[in-house]
Structures are given as structure tokens and as C-alpha cells.
């Protein structure tokens, strides 16, 4: 997988991706990281890359002529399938969307910085506008890390026990059920006893109950989601 990632910091990737399993499959060439600067498409003797608010108000904006320009660069097609934009106006990024992108052999983020980036060139290359929550960051290169982060964790051979990708959060639109490790008594806190009856029925009943009561209580939108679809499929809610 080939993420090209334009930003005015190349120097900050690919930074925490380094470490652990998405560094060492980095390391094992399952991805590899250009990091564009954006700032060698300005053509002005001070290599200007925003300007101005059209409309008023603080701040600058990135310029979309410089944004183009570092774009052809490095596209032959104009529209690229996969080009992202991080921004908080973007639909908020979810895992299904992330389990998409990890079938992408090259993907394009597009990070920008002060108010962001003149619309015409988002607006022009079609690009997908992608949100990683509803805070705001200086910048989108936190954001973009997130992203190949979340994207790289799936791909064949970066996690030692794939198996613990299918019971994970937001499988389902299932929050996961707690996790305990040993001691099974720690501090006179006991590990659930279904846990340790060594009856994998029970188990898994445990931890779906679980998965329900925590969504149920922590994600509304997500328990709506789960008991429509379950409704669908004749399993109701327990
Ligand atoms: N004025 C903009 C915020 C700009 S923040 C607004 O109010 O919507 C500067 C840059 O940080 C953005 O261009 C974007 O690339 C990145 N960024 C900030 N928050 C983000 C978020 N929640 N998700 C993805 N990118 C974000």
C-alpha cells in the first residue's frame, strides 16, 4: 500500500508510524510513505502557500493553485479514485469506510493547516472530505496518521493473530465487551466467572451481553443501528 500525503511537514512523517507493528511492516515494505511537500509547488520568490480570506475574517487559507500543482505532480489521472482530505467539515471517518480503504493500493491525504484549503481545488479533484471527530487540530497531519493507522492495522500480515480483528469494536456496531488478563484476582477484584468456566457458550453469551449493555449505554446512535439491524434478522434485542 502507497500513501502519498501532501503536507507543508513532510519532516513529521512518518513519525509515530514507525513504531511497533505498522513500523515493522514498514520495515517489511507492506506500505511505504511519500511525503509530498506542498510548499515546492509555490511559484512566488517566498514560496507562499495561503493567502487572505476572501469574505473576511482571521486566519489564511491554503491556495488551491499551489495545491493543484502538487497534485498533478503526482497524479497522472485527474479524480484519483482515492484522495482524501482530513478536515472536520468531512463526513465522519468510520471503520466500514476504513475497511474499504484497506483494499486501496494507493491512497492520497491531503493535509492542510491555518483555515484550511480554498474549496475550488477540493471542490475540483473531487476529493472525499474526511473527518476524524468532531474537535478541531491545527492540522491535519495528526489526522492523516490516524487515518493510515487504522488502515495499515488491517492489512494481511501486520497483526500477528488476525483473529482479533473480527471481534473488535464497531464489528456488528458492537462496542467490544471488557477485557481481562491474569491475575484473576487483583487487589480482591475477580475476573467475571464466566470468563474462567471454561464453557465457550457462556462466554460468548457474556461478552455479547456485554457489547450490548456498553453500546446501549455509551452510543445511542450505534445501539439504534445494532437493534434495527438485528430486528432485521429476527434476532431482537436480550
Ligand atoms: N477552519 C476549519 C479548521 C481548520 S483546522 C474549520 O473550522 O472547519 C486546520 C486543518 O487541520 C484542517 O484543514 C484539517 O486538515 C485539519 N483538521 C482539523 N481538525 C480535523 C478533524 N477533526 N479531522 C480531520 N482533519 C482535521
Redesign the pocket.
Known amino acids: 500500500m502507497h500513501f502519498k500525503v501532501f503536507t507543508l511537514f513532510p519532516e513529521l512523517f512518518p513519525g509515530p508510524l514507525k513504531a511497533s507493528i505498522i513500523g515493522k511492516a514498514l520495515d517489511n515494505e507492506l506500505w511505504q510513505c511519500e511525503a509530498i511537500n506542498i510548499r515546492d509547488y509555490a511559484t512566488d520568490k517566498h514560496r507562499t502557500v495561503d493567502d487572505i480570506v476572501y469574505g473576511g475574517g482571521p ?1 489564511m487559507v ?1 491556495r488551491a493553485d499551489v495545491v493543484d500543482a502538487a497534485l498533478r505532480a503526482h497524479f497522472q489521472v485527474k479524480k484519483p479514485r482515492t484522495l482524501l ?6 463526513t465522519p ?1 468510520k471503520q466500514s469506510r476504513v475497511k474499504e480503504l484497506a483494499h486501496c493500493s494507493t491512497i492520497g491525504l ?8 480554498d474549496q475550488r481545488v477540493i471542490d475540483d479533484w473531487c476529493i472525499e472530505e ?15 496518521m490516524m487515518l493510515m493507522d487504522s488502515v495499515l492495522r488491517l492489512l494481511p500480515g501486520v497483526i500477528g493473530s488476525p483473529e482479533s480483528l473480527d471481534e473488535e469494536s464497531f464489528n456488528e456496531d458492537l462496542l467490544e465487551y471488557p477485557q481481562y488478563t491474569r491475575p484473576a484476582d487483583w487487589n480482591g477484584m475477580k475476573v467475571p466467572e464466566e470468563l474462567i468456566s471454561g464453557n465457550h457458550a457462556l462466554i460468548r453469551k457474556w461478552r455479547r451481553q456485554q457489547a450490548e449493555k456498553i453500546t446501549s449505554l455509551r452510543r445511542p446512535d450505534l445501539w439504534k443501528q445494532y437493534c434495527e439491524k438485528s430486528k432485521g434478522l429476527g434476532k431482537g434485542e436480550s
Not at 85 to 90: C, D, F, I, K, Q
Not at 110 to 117: P, Q, S, V
Not at 131 to 144: K, R, Y
Open positions: 486566519g491554503m482530505y482530513l478536515t472536520p467539515r468531512g471517518l491531503l493535509c492542510g493547516r491555518f483555515e484550511g484549503i474526511v473527518s476524524i471527530g468532531d474537535f478541531v487540530l491545527s492540522g491535519g497531519e495528526l489526522a492523516a
